[in-house]
């Protein structure tokens, strides 16, 4: 879950433990998206960034993707090669998640 305390949070579905916290973004979490191999979370926060996150480890992959205001909406294309993002700037940018894993 993404949340208005910048954090995300890893929860076990069968009885609600709070596996771990995530911490990096610096304003709230608006957006998340699971990646198609279930590897990554890909989170949008109103600090203007998307970080990618590895699920194995609960750290950030590589540097944040910024954009020019504070982000809305984020989303993982089916094949898990790109990220799609909106914020508030009015753009929707398209990132690939290729090569952000490449560079980590």
């Avoid at 304003?27 to 998206?33: E, K, M, Y």
């Avoid at 979370?41 to 960034?49: G, K, L, T």
């Avoid at 996150?53 to 910024?66: I, R, S, Y």
Wanted: with cysteine; net charge neutral.
């Amino acid at each position: 879950s993404g949340s208005y305390d910048a954090t995300i949070r890893k929860w076990r579905t069968i009885d609600g433990k709070e596996l771990a916290v995530l911490r990096g973004h610096t304003n709230s979490v608006r957006s998340l998206c699971l990646t198609p191999n279930e590897r990554y979370i890909v989170s949008a926060s109103s600090d203007c960034s998307i970080r990618i996150w590895d699920l194995k480890t609960n750290q950030p992959v590589g540097d944040p993707l910024l954009h020019d205001d504070q982000l809305l909406a984020v989303a993982v294309s089916p094949d898990g090669k790109y990220i799609a993002s909106a914020g508030s700037d009015k753009k929707i940018c398209i990132w690939s998640l290729d090569a952000v894993l490449e560079r980590y």
